[in-house]
């Protein structure tokens, strides 16, 4: 029999393979993996370390929508790193099943570690002390992955009942706009930089 004019597995079906599982039950395994792909369980570790290079698999696949351009574009560093969150909060936000996986693996990826490089460089160059520079990156994540996650949420996340009186929850949730995941993050995000300028030492 000729050879299939395709390769029945490579790195890039097993990251693909494995975002669906993902998505579809916030977790995989390695047998899932082979199962649908029609491969021995085995064939799987011939293309990736375990189970943890898979997830660093994902994390390239999902990480591959930020647009780290606000990094090195010469903007002041307030707006490229508020850029740059926008652009991670949209990425993890088609793939929210992911975060808690994504968050409890350490990061190994070098193309997302090269993100994180130029963060810390934008970050140094536009005068933050070294030992501010990584708290300053992750905080700024918590209000990226926190967002991300809230965009999965319902819309009606709060439902009151006439067992428990909330006349004021019920108040405030009127007049909230459409849109509250948006204005929430707009503001978490503007605090957050707003902060970070008591930082710079220049």
């Not at 064939?43 to 660093?56: A, L, M």
């Not at 574009?73 to 992911?98: C, K, N, T, V």
Request: charged share 20%; with cysteine; glycine share 6%.
């Amino acid at each position: 029999m000729g050879r299939p004019s395709k390769p029945l597995l490579d790195r890039a079906r097993i990251a693909t393979t494995a975002l669906e599982l993902v998505d579809e039950q916030g977790d995989f395994s390695v047998p899932q993996i082979a199962r649908r792909l029609g491969v021995q369980t085995g064939s799987v570790y011939h293309h990736v370390d375990g189970r943890d290079g898979i997830v660093e698999l994902l994390r390239e696949r999902v990480a591959a929508a930020i647009d780290p351009a606000p990094l090195t574009s010469g903007l002041p560093w307030d707006e490229a790193m508020a850029a740059w969150a926008r652009s991670y909060r949209a990425a993890f936000a088609a793939h929210p099943r992911a975060i808690p996986l994504l968050t409890t693996n350490p990061v190994r990826a070098p193309r997302v570690l090269a993100q994180y490089e130029l963060a810390v460089a934008l970050l140094l160059d536009s005068g933050f002390a070294l030992a501010d520079v990584m708290p300053v990156i992750i905080g700024l994540e918590n209000v990226v992955l926190g967002s991300a996650l809230d965009m999965a949420a319902p819309e009606a996340m709060w439902e009151l009942s006439d067992e428990t009186p909330t006349p004021l929850l019920e108040r405030a949730l009127a007049a909230v706009a459409e849109g509250r995941t948006n204005a929430a993050f707009d503001l978490a995000l503007t605090a957050f930089i707003t902060h970070c300028h008591t930082l710079r030492r220049t």
